[in-house]
């Protein structure tokens, strides 16, 4: 088991950063992809971003490619988000997520322990 929480969120202006920090504690931290979902009133869970076991690969959704960036550190068992340049079409709640097995992905059926989420809120 897993557990995952989320913090960092808030209310910031278009063109403001935030950093998502998503902490671990139960199994092993190492041994899962970590993710990065989020979910806006009235739209379908998307998927943000995923980092590999060792950190060393990432990918990111085309919407947010560029802008944010994704690090873990497992010695902390903590996941971060990196949100620069925010638009208000960022708004959302975000979500971690952990996934047993070593390939990154971007479905999020495919990931095993939820976090509660945070809420990220940009003004334009």
């Known amino acids: ?66 802008r944010f960036s994704i690090s873990r550190d497992n010695a902390k068992k903590t996941v971060y988000l990196q949100m620069n340049v925010l638009k208000p079409e960022d708004t959302a709640v975000y979500y971690c997520a952990a996934g047993s097995g070593s390939w990154l992905r971007t479905d999020d059926r495919r990931y095993d322990y939820w976090g509660q989420g945070t809420q990220v809120t940009v003004s334009s």
Do not use: H
């Open 1 to 66: 088991q897993v557990q995952l929480v989320e913090s960092g969120g808030g209310l910031v202006q278009a063109g403001g950063s935030l950093r998502l920090s998503c902490a671990a504690s139960g199994r092993t931290f190492s041994n899962y992809v970590m993710g990065w979902f989020r979910q806006a009133p009235g739209k379908e869970r998307e998927f943000v971003s995923a980092i590999s076991w060792s950190g060393g690969s990432t990918t990111y959704a085309d919407a947010v490619k560029g």
